[in-house]
């Protein structure tokens, strides 16, 4: 089955702003070059100073568009039909001045023209010294342009090109490009408009600082499903146990370490249309963790006590009418009797769909790229063949939207 590409065929008008970030754009426009987007671009003045036009055009295959009287371009295109020639607008990097200007919906240069005169959505991805972001003015202005309905992305903390630490960075391209990609998802596919929450990877369950309790889970299954889901347009929260696993594109994560962590994010990220619980949760954690590592020492070998952690899964589909999403999907990792074992854990865990599989050393599922699934319901039982994680994933994410479309 074939990944659907949101942003293919896609034609984004690219507004340069003048900072330091705007070398970055370069790599971003190759990128979104990659993912078939057709880039036009707009430099600001400003802009000249960082990149050059003939930069920018050889990336973009297309003539840099930077004059608002340039009569040539009239000619050839009017500044009105190059914003409304386009499925979105993002403006990178979006500096102060910029979005000043936007907020005061001026005119006085061909950006600031073509921002004014489109009908078609906005995003900024605003780069600027952490003074400059936080000054009053800017916060006003971004709280304006929120309002008027401009999505923005970013900025990232870290150091910046002034020396200073803290807010202001200009996004890294893939999170630019996952910010779009979930822009266009969310306005298309089967499940636009639906917020799916999804659990993936182990639990980390401290002994003491420098040790905890764990299982084998790589997050595959989980991450992919979640990937899945927002390609199909759903709106996707992953609440995230500690994995290796790449941030899915066009998803929320949010990292966790213990299921206690695990049970608040998903609370936090509640209301949703769906639930699923693809992580490994450690079932118990260590009563009393130590606050200092421990040592070995003259009376022998520590016993760790355990308690139960909550029951995630179970909590979510035991909420209250109104409270529980309308589908809540959980699994099994079994390593017997896979059938019969998750029979009963459907019916004990009250989920809609479990979706069971055999997780026994032999079949190399724990960390493996493949997974055979029975997927339990009320209605019955379905035996998928064995197939790669991101096959399930796709396969899910497809019934889980017939489920919410039929
Ligand atoms: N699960 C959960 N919270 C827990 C334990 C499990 O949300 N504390 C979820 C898992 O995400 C999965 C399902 O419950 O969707 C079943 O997990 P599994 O480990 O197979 O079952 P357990 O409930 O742990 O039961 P057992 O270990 O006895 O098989």
């Known amino acids: 089955m074939t990944k659907l590409t949101p942003l293919h065929g896609k034609r984004i008008l690219l507004i340069i702003g003048g900072g330091i970030a705007a070398y970055k754009t370069l790599e971003l ?3 979104l070059a990659d993912k078939g987007v057709r880039v036009r671009a707009i430099m600001t003045k400003a802009a000249h100073e960082f990149v050059t ?17 340039d009569l040539t371009d009239e000619a050839e295109m009017g500044h009105i039909q190059l914003s409304r020639d386009a499925d ?22 061909l950006a600031t023209t073509a921002l004014l005169a489109t009908d078609k959505p906005v995003m900024v991805a605003p ?14 202005n971004i709280a304006q342009l929120t309002q008027d309905g401009v999505g923005f992305i970013g900025p990232d903390d870290g150091d910046m090109a002034c020396g200073e630490f803290g807010p202001g960075r200009l996004s890294e391209t893939p999170d630019i490009i996952a910010a779009l990609e979930n822009h266009f998802n969310t306005s298309t596919g ?17 002994i003491d600082p420098v040790r905890y309790l764990a299982n084998r889970s790589s997050g595959k299954q989980g991450h992919a499903i979640a990937g899945s889901l927002a390609s199909l347009g759903a709106q996707v929260t992953l609440v995230a146990g500690p994995t ?35 992580a490994a949760v450690a079932d118990w954690r260590v ?54 074992h998750a029979t009963a854990k459907l019916a004990r865990k009250k989920c809609d769909w479990l979706v069971a599989n055999d997780v026994s050393p032999e079949s190399g599922v724990m960390g493996g790229d493949m997974n055979t699934v029975h997927v ?30 039929s």
């Open 376 to 405: 339990l319901s009320a209605t019955g039982r379905d035996d998928w063949p064995q197939l790669s994680k991101t096959e399930v994933a796709d396969r899910l994410a497809r019934k889980v939207a017939d489920y919410f479309t």
């Open 127 to 140: 780069a600027m010294n952490v003074r400059m972001w936080e000054h009053k003015s800017t916060q006003r």
């Open 244 to 278: 290796a696993q790449p941030n899915p594109s066009g998803v929320t994560v949010v990292p966790v370490e213990t299921a206690r962590q695990m049970l608040a994010a998903c609370q936090t990220a509640l209301p949703a249309d769906g639930v699923i619980c693809a």
């Open 88 to 109: 979105l607008l993002l403006v990178a990097p979006a500096t102060a001045d910029l979005m000043a200007r936007m907020v005061a919906g001026m005119a006085n240069d």
């Open 287 to 340: 009563a009393q963790d130590a606050e200092q590592k421990m040592k070995k020492g003259p009376d022998g070998v520590p016993a760790l006590a355990l308690t139960e952690n909550p029951d995630i899964l179970a909590t979510i589909s035991q909420l209250p009418q109104g409270q529980r999403p309308a589908l809540v999907v959980g699994f099994a990792a079994e390593t017997e009797k896979v059938i019969e």
């Open 190 to 206: 089967p499940l636009a408009g639906r917020h799916i929450l999804v659990t993936s990877g182990p639990t980390h369950e401290p």
């Open 29 to 31: 426009i190759r990128r």
């Open 53 to 69: 036009p003939l930069s920018v055009s050889s990336l973009t295959g297309e003539k840099v568009y930077t004059d608002l009287f």
